[in-house]
């Protein structure tokens, strides 16, 4: 397998990876994924309550608020691993709420969770295999991993060893890669940046930068705010499992009250 050695332009493999062909229910406008009055927790613990949130095709949302606001709670309720107590989550029309992880997946709607999730015993080049078979009905698994390997080449470096052994950098790429292979409508990121080195993450979202310019729909969860901020289109605060403050990335990052308050911080 080839390892990308091509004078295709730049941004061919994220092309070729990007969101494939959509499905929109009969009659249903283009709207994106679409989250009403969704409810979700644990047990007895309610961590959302009434949420709304609109995320149009092709843009990229940026939620960021403090540790314990629900965030990971709202990327799992929206990929299916957890039930919603009630409301609905949509996507150009379809109803997701209720479908299983899997099922969700399959139409495009991916996680790419915090803890990664990769298999840490196997290969790099088996745990895309599992991907692909799992996900991807249509493409050639060669030209795929190729159009992967163009994307992350420390991949192609090291698939014929074990992801366990894998910086977290590499980990989380491998994360991400692994997403990809579904050819997502809709990528969810949950802390794509968390403990990695700064060179590491400047790495990452130039990826990230390529794919969305692909029309990639993406729902950046990032505690990270200075990075989120200057890479989305739009961001929504949370806090205690609510949507506190919403509007464009330039919006909040000129509001110093906002960004001391919910962030606790700065934004550079």
Known sequence: MNPMHSDAHPDAAAAAIGPGPQQTA??????????????????????????????????????????????????????????????QVRFNGETLTGMAPHE????????????????????????????????????????????????FP?????????????????????????????????????????????????EIYATLERLRRTGLTVLLIEQNATMALKFADQAVVLVNGRIVLRGTCEELAADATLVQHYLGGTVH
């Open 104 to 151: 969700i997946a399959r139409r495009g709607i991916l996680h790419v969770p915090e803890t990664r999730d990769i298999f840490g015993g196997m290969t790099v080049l088996e745990n895309l295999q599992v991907a692909f078979d799992n996900l991807n009905t249509v493409a050639d698994a060669a030209q795929a991993f190729d159009e992967i390997y163009e994307l």
């Open 26 to 87: 009969p009659h249903a406008p283009q709207q994106g994924l679409e989250i009403e009055g969704l409810a979700a927790g644990y047990g007895k613990a309610l961590v959302l309550d009434d949420l709304n949130l609109s995320i149009p095709r092709g843009q990229v949302v940026a939620m960021v608020g403090p540790n314990g606001a629900g965030k990971s709670t709202l990327v799992k309720a929206i990929s299916g691993c957890i039930r919603a107590r009630s409301g």
């Open 154 to 202: 420390i991949l192609a470096q090291r698939r014929t060893d074990v992801a366990g052994n894998l910086s977290g950098g590499q980990q989380q790429m491998l994360a991400i890669a692994r997403a990809l292979l579904g050819r997502p409508h809709v990528l969810m990121l949950d802390e794509p940046s968390l403990g990695l080195a700064r060179l590491v993450i400047r």
